[in-house]
């Protein structure tokens, strides 16, 4: 009898640990490797999700170092997402940013301080009116460098809120362009309502924080 406990006792923790390796595999597999953009022209590329792309793109575009930002989309399951789709919020993209900068000039670590330093970090799937997945705070990393320095930062500024923050860590895959009409679209349209009430007064908030690594004005 007391044989015939032991075996069936075996049987039993040998199918727990194969569960949780199970569990474990499954775990590790749904999330995917992160795909790193190679320097072209001694230019890096970051990819950032902080509610709307207007927003964001016009604060990183004030920054020193950095060459050019566009609006589009990331972190979702779908190809070729448009504006209309992602705002059902079925795609499971964010509105995001890809920053092409020069690494000589600003650092990594530093469009982080950035990203944490121009939005609400506590508001969970929106900042500020934009609410919604699609509008959901994402840094994505491209190596496990990339992985600390989030992960510092956002632990980091937890501690000194005593709040959680938002922010999803991922892994880049893909970065879709968005049309064209959002391109730019603060800079254009400084007269569009949603701008002057929402966009310029996140710009101008960021500015008075970082004054120090404001582009010169011409």
């Known amino acids: 009898m007391k044989h015939l406990f032991a075996s069936l006792f075996l049987i039993f923790l040998c199918s727990c640990q194969n569960t949780a390796q199970t569990k474990n595999k499954k775990q590790t597999a749904t999330i995917p490797k992160p795909v790193e953009v190679p320097i072209q022209k001694g230019k890096a590329r970051a990819y950032f999700a902080s509610g709307c792309f207007w927003c964001v793109e016009a604060i990183y575009e004030s920054i020193k170092g950095v060459d050019e930002v566009i609006s589009g989309y990331s972190g979702g399951h779908t190809n070729n997402p448009t504006y209309q789709k992602s705002n059902t919020g079925k795609t499971g993209h964010a509105e ?13 670590e530093t469009l982080v301080d950035v990203y944490f ?102």
């Open 96 to 108: 995001a940013v890809e920053v092409i900068y020069d690494p000589k000039i600003i650092s990594f």
């Open 117 to 218: 330093g121009s939005q609400n970090p506590t508001q969970v799937n929106g900042q500020g009116p934009d609410n919604g997945s699609q509008y959901r705070s994402i840094i994505f990393y491209q190596n496990n460098e990339q992985k600390q320095i989030i992960i510092q930062k956002k632990e980091a500024l937890a501690k000194k809120l005593n709040a959680k923050i938002a922010a999803e860590v991922y892994p880049f895959q893909k970065f879709w362009e968005a049309e064209a009409y959002h391109q730019n679209y603060e800079r254009l349209h400084p007269d569009n309502s949603y701008v002057r009430q929402v966009s310029i007064p996140r710009l101008n908030r960021f500015k008075a924080k970082f004054p120090e690594l404001l582009k010169e004005e011409h």
